[in-house]
């Protein structure tokens, strides 16, 4: 198996090893390891929380720099998300925006909103089916289905087995641009996502478990954004480019996508805590009434990516003043009659569980290396300080079973010994 | 033969906020132990519906996770009014949380009846004023 690529990466110098982001990682994949944050690979689910707490600006995203961009060696294709037009300030058409990507020398641009409203009316005929798992879970945010793939077994088949709209946007990209370009050859077209935030970025180099992403290069809108501002116009009455409705602009914040399944019996969530508070009620199959759930671990959605440069909310806002114009959708996957058939290749297999918390494959010693670690844990002074440089004491109790830390690294502890011999002077 | 290993929880029974926690913990447990996943969810349920239970009628009490070789047993001991008919309350749909607690959406009578579902044994003891203690096994 191939590693997992990960997007956060970790500016040495900057960390103090302050234990902000220890504490503060939902998937407990981070250790303090000589004075310096640590990720561990197979634990991190990309969510980008701890690049949004560090207090000294140590953790970054990955992406490709925009330099990387074969402008003039290929027919280039940029993907802007609908979260990307919310980033500026006063825009009164979308069409700025995509003149924009022209002018820095993208030769096309295919809208991920033209893509999300598609997919939007897939999900309605998805939700037709009968004998579907309900609760329906999106597949859109990849923070979501791995954080699912890797502790919610049961959940993996409520997931929507569906490409996320960015995907599907690259396919009908390159689709279109090999239609209007007969001489092109499909290695001539090159697809570049325009990524608010990290998980889209890991999304696209690891790819699905069986697909390999049709998007070639991805870039920070926060890279993208100070380029366009230097191009964009205000006067684009001449170009007609964008196709985006109201439904494909909402998908950039919460709640967006869910409505468009036109079933009040939805639930939208953000926030990475606030979505697995959700899992874990959906998990406990103790859950009201409801068909569909959209999650974002981004607060506010994927306006509230870390790769952005607006705050969420300011964005948001902007977005619903966009939107007022527009009509509810500006595309159809619907055939003559009216029909909507799902494509076989926007489709994918069942999400699959991968466990990587298993202590051992074999139960008994599973349940013997348990054992030390409760007993050891019990040692332990309980109060989650984060001086070991683990997330808590059982995490550090595990550390120190699986041989990654030594039983003295225990801050606590130590200072406990220290403070005894004073003690028993003065006993005596 | 393994040495049984044992979980215990303090059920708050002040903050309902948090009823549910001790579940979240056990199933997170019963993952590193790599279990299979349906036998994690049986016990995960089990548990959250006792929880919420205790949380509702008893004002909290204590948690017990005895995971065996070949079955996990949960054991759910509170100091609550007790139940006078227990045959009654293990009857689907019926109930007798509080109106505030239904808004909720907890307290559709369904609690006991879920917790019979998804074990393998369950025993009900209860004395009234003095406590109930619920015993379930799930066979792995």
Redesign the interface.
């Known amino acids: 198996m191939i590693a997992y690529r990960h997007s956060v990466k970790l500016n040495e110098s900057k960390c103090n090893g302050c234990s902000t982001c220890l504490k503060r990682c939902p998937a407990e994949a981070i250790r303090i390891r000589d004075g310096h944050a640590f990720i561990m690979a197979e634990r991190c689910i990309d969510c980008g929380e701890c690049i949004r707490v560090c207090p000294n600006k140590a953790k970054k995203a990955v992406f490709d720099p925009i330099d990387e961009i074969p402008f003039h060696q290929k027919y280039t294709i940029a993907l802007p998300p609908p979260s990307l037009y919310g980033q500026f300030d006063h825009l009164d058409e979308i069409d700025s925006v995509l003149q924009g990507l022209l002018d820095l020398g993208f030769d096309d641009v295919f809208e991920v909103s033209a893509a999300a409203e598609l997919h939007s009316e897939y999900t309605r005929q998805y939700m037709k089916r009968e004998n579907i798992p309900k609760p329906v879970i999106s597949s859109a945010c990849p923070v979501v289905t791995r954080l699912i793939s890797l502790r919610y077994p049961y959940l993996c088949d409520h997931v929507m087995p569906m490409l996320p709209p960015m995907e599907m946007a690259a396919r009908l990209a390159r689709r279109r641009a090999l239609e209007r370009n007969p001489h092109l050859r499909h290695d001539d077209v090159f697809v570049v996502f325009i990524s608010p935030c990290t998980a889209k970025v890991s999304y696209i180099k690891n790819g699905d478990a069986e697909h390999r992403s049709a998007v070639d290069l991805v870039v920070s809108m926060g890279d993208i954004y100070f380029r366009l501002i230097d191009v964009m116009k205000r006067d684009v009455s001449a170009v007609d480019l964008s196709r985006t409705g109201k439904i494909g602009l909402s998908w950039a914040s919460v709640g967006g996508e869910a409505t468009a399944v036109f079933n009040d019996r939805y639930l939208a969530a953000d926030g990475i805590e606030n979505v697995h508070k959700v899992l874990e009620e959906i998990d406990n199959a103790v859950f009201p009434d409801i068909d569909f759930v959209e999650l974002n671990a981004c607060p506010g959605g994927c306006v509230g990516g870390t790769m952005t440069v607006a705050n969420p909310f300011v964005a948001k806002a902007r977005l619903r003043t966009l939107r007022h114009y527009l009509p509810v959708t500006r595309n159809s996957a619907a055939d003559g009659e009216g029909r909507v058939t799902i494509p076989d290749h926007f489709l994918t297999e069942t999400l699959t569980y991968q466990p990587v918390s298993t202590l051992s494959d074999d139960r008994a010693e599973a349940m013997r290396l348990m054992g030390e670690i409760q007993s050891l844990q019990a040692e332990l002074p309980g109060i989650d300080c984060g001086g070991c440089g683990a997330p808590s004491c059982y995490a550090f109790a595990a550390d120190v079973i699986a041989g990654c830390a030594r039983p003295d690294e225990c801050v606590e502890l130590l200072r406990r010994s220290a403070r005894q011999p004073e003690k028993t002077e003065e006993q005596k | 033969m393994?040495?049984p290993?044992v979980f215990t929880f303090d059920v708050d029974g002040e903050n309902f906020t948090s009823a549910?926690e001790a579940?979240?913990e056990v199933?997170?447990?019963l993952?590193?132990?790599?279990?299979p996943?349906?036998i994690?969810?049986r016990v995960?349920?089990a548990m959250?519906?006792g929880e919420?239970n205790m949380v509702i009628h008893a004002n909290g009490g204590r948690a017990t996770v005895t995971?065996f070789?070949d079955h996990i047993e949960i054991v759910l001991e509170d100091r609550g009014p007790g139940i006078a008919d227990i045959a009654l309350a293990m009857r689907e749909g019926y109930s007798t949380a509080p109106d505030n607690i239904r808004n909720l959406?907890f307290g559709a009578g369904m609690g006991l009846p879920?917790m019979k579902r998804y074990t393998d044994t369950m025993k009900i003891d209860s004395t009234v004023g003095v406590g109930t203690t619920v015993t379930m096994t799930v066979n792995i």
């Open positions: 393994s040495e290993l549910g579940s979240v199933k997170k447990r993952r590193q132990l790599g279990l996943p349906d994690i969810r995960s349920i959250y519906e919420i995971v070789d959406g879920n």
